[in-house]
Nanobody, 124 residues
Framework: VQLQASGGGLVQPGGSLRLSCAASGRTISYYHMGWFRQFSEQREEFVGA????????RYLESVKGRFTISRDNAKNMVYLQMNSLQPEDTAVYYC??????????????????WGKGTLVTVSS
């Protein structure tokens, strides 16, 4: 499965962005999907995940209430709505596919398929 994240850009603090992740080559309806981010110092962080059918989500504590993950399996798309963005959210954001169980969706090593990331810069 090939993934491509898009929708990043420059936004002021307090602003919003919606990232999209387009999948091709295989339907994603069988898989949990995750979002991760990588900071300039190369540190990576789990942002959130959504279950196969979209009925469950999990988020990094610091983004709860600000970020929302959704998916449209018919379109093979996953989304990350980001509100109230702060400078510390600046990073390259990646979507990824996991075949693992839900209990492990926050673990990077459980994701064998990654897309190219999209840069989000939060700055005034």
């Amino acid at each position: 499965v090939q993934l491509q994240a898009s929708g990043g850009g420059l936004v002021q603090p307090g602003g919003s962005l919606r990232l999209s992740c387009a999948a091709s080559g295989r339907t994603i309806s069988y898989y949990h999907m995750g979002w991760f981010r990588q900071f300039s110092e190369q540190r990576e962080e789990f942002v959130g995940a959504i279950s196969r059918n979209g009925d469950s989500t999990r988020y990094l504590e610091s983004v709860k209430g600000r970020f929302t993950i959704s998916r449209d399996n018919a379109k093979n798309m996953v989304y990350l709505q980001m509100n109230s963005l702060q400078p510390e959210d600046t990073a390259v954001y990646y979507c990824a596919v996991t075949q693992s169980i839900w209990a492990r969706v926050d673990l990077r090593r459980e994701y064998p398929y990654w897309g190219k990331g999209t840069l989000v810069t939060v700055s005034s």
